[in-house]
């Protein structure tokens, strides 16, 4: 699999997470993308490779990448797929671990319409539709969002309208059911709950599964390998964006978790998308 480099060259590669790093929880940028794209602009004048790497299925982090004209690799699914934006193809990482997760979701489906009745189920771009401001009348009080474009992980909001039917809000009862009833389902695949990295959080709504295996820092050396950057940045907000490899830069933006400033070599003064730009501009 080949990229925008060659090996040798002298370019550097930036990794960008996405969510609370890149944009807000309303999925949204601070800055205009005007100036965003002007950066990387002047970035990829000067040999630099801006990429993104996020837990987010790639088909949404791709969308982001064309937006915003980011010209490195797209390490999506906390590191099990890696996309390449000169083949215009997806490489999955650990096959044989994380194929499973596309069968999981099929067969969720069927078992939450047995389970239960009256649920509203939508497939596809999770986040998109529980962003969306508008409400279809035809939902149900119980609502789950499965994620259809992940390839080698698993997620799903559970929601229910809001009392003011002007938008959705995180449905907790519905949530633990859906996270038992993945629970029970497990056996069918020969796996169990301690084999998978599993992110519940009632606060948000969301259940995202991972195997274990999976960890943004075995993608990562594997760009590295190919790339042969002279330098590597990973710019971010929390503990699961510090990879932990010796040739590798942590930045972190103003809003990052304390934890994860204490193992940044450089923290901006802002955040989000223009404390993003404030660590890329050490490289303009």
């Known amino acids: 699999m080949l990229f925008l480099s060659k090996k040798g060259s002298s370019m550097k590669l930036i990794l960008l997470d996405l969510d609370n790093t890149l944009i807000d929880s309303d999925y949204k940028l601070n800055v205009l993308d005007t100036d965003f794209r002007a950066v990387i602009d002047r970035l990829a004048q000067s040999g630099v490779q801006v990429g993104l790497c996020s837990d987010s299925a790639a088909i949404t982090l791709n969308q982001w990448a064309l937006r915003l004209g980011l010209t490195g690799p797209v390490i999506s699914e906390r590191g099990a797929v890696i996309w390449n934006p000169v083949e215009n193809s997806a490489e999955i990482i650990d096959v044989s671990d994380t194929n499973w997760f596309q069968r999981l979701r099929e067969d969720f489906v069927v078992e939450c319409m047995r389970e239960f009745p009256g649920i509203t189920i939508m497939l596809g771009d999770a986040t998109r539709f529980v962003k969306s401001p ?62 998978l990295f599993w992110d519940e959080n009632p606060h ?78 050490k490289y303009a």
């Open 134 to 195: 508008g409400m279809n009348l035809a939902m149900t009080d119980d609502i789950l969002a499965i994620n259809g474009f992940r390839t080698a992980s698993f997620s799903l909001f559970a929601f229910r309208p809001r009392s003011d039917q002007q938008g959705l809000e995180p449905n907790q009862d519905l949530l633990v059911k859906a996270s038992n009833l993945i629970e029970k389902m497990l056996n069918r695949y020969s796996k169990n709950r301690d084999e």
């Open 204 to 281: 948000y709504g969301v259940l995202i599964l991972h195997a274990n295996i999976t960890v943004k820092s075995r993608a990562i050396s594997r760009i590295i390998d190919r790339l042969k950057p002279v330098e590597t940045v990973m710019i971010g907000d929390g503990l699961a964006d510090f990879l932990d490899l010796p040739y590798v830069s942590q930045f972190a933006v103003a809003n990052a978790d304390p934890r994860y400033k204490a193992k940044a070599s450089f923290v901006s003064a802002y955040p989000l998308a223009r404390g993003v730009m404030e660590c890329l501009a």
